[in-house]
């Protein structure tokens, strides 16, 4: 299901039907009856209202056209949920297990967020400048999906305790991303780029994936399997 509501109508109609609005995106000096209706709503509900240009609209539109839209609204997920309240709601996780450049964790995000993912939780060793470097090439994914630096191992005992299954995406598995399960609560992995995912986090997983690979480097990089994988459990979790 879409997590956005493109156009005055459908976020009013969200706001009607008691939708979980958590963000909505307003085109920079765009007025109208219904769209004052709609923030003050937002204003009044606390929910984050981000204004943005006639461009950063029509590009995140879903039904981008001609016609660029006034106002986005995002549902069903909440940028600045903290790691319990991401457990709490459930859903599908991505964790990057020791990723070490920034762009790739910004590519990496943007997937998570297109794709409907929950949440992205990144164990890395990066100072403020590097996670600063992750988001802007998220493309401002960041702003509209929760991103978390945590302890791996941490996160997922928790999650295991929560009810989560844990999903590692590495070469040891023996089953392909479309011969697994990917609906429900799961957290799915990924590792770093030049070590893949530790042994300790291994022994942790329910199950491991692998994504086939015929070619002489017998090497993704780390965008690709996280795409794989996700484009397939979005396929599943939509049916």
Request: proline share 3%; net charge negative; hydrophobic share 45%.
């Amino acid at each position: 299901m879409s997590m956005q509501r493109c156009g005055e109508d459908e976020v009013l109609a969200a706001i009607e039907d008691d939708e979980k609005i958590s963000l909505i995106l307003v085109k920079r000096d765009a007025t109208s009856i219904k769209l004052t209706k709609i923030i003050s709503y937002a204003e009044k509900s606390d929910i984050k209202i981000i204004h943005g240009s006639e461009n950063d609209l029509w590009r995140m539109a879903v039904n981008n056209s001609d016609t660029t839209p006034d106002v986005l609204a995002l549902v069903g997920r909440n940028p600045s949920a903290s790691f319990d309240e991401i457990l709490q709601d459930g859903g599908l996780i991505w964790l990057l297990a020791g990723a070490a450049y920034p762009v790739n964790i910004g590519f990496c995000i943007r997937t998570a967020e297109v794709s409907g993912a929950t949440a992205v939780l990144i164990d890395a060793q990066m100072n403020n400048a590097d996670r600063s470097a992750s988001k802007r090439a998220s493309m401002k994914a960041h702003r509209f999906i929760p991103v978390h630096w945590i302890d791996g191992i941490e996160a997922i005992n928790e999650a295991k305790e929560a009810g989560f299954r844990i999903i590692a995406v590495e070469d040891v598995g023996k089953s392909t991303p479309w011969e697994v399960d990917m609906t429900g609560d799961v957290i799915l992995i990924v590792g770093g780029e030049k070590y893949g995912i530790s042994d300790e986090i291994i022994r942790l997983a329910d199950e491991c994936v692998r994504i086939p690979m015929t070619g002489f480097v017998p090497s993704f990089n780390l965008q690709a399997p996280l795409s794989a994988v996700a484009i397939e459990a979005q396929r599943q979790r939509n049916q």
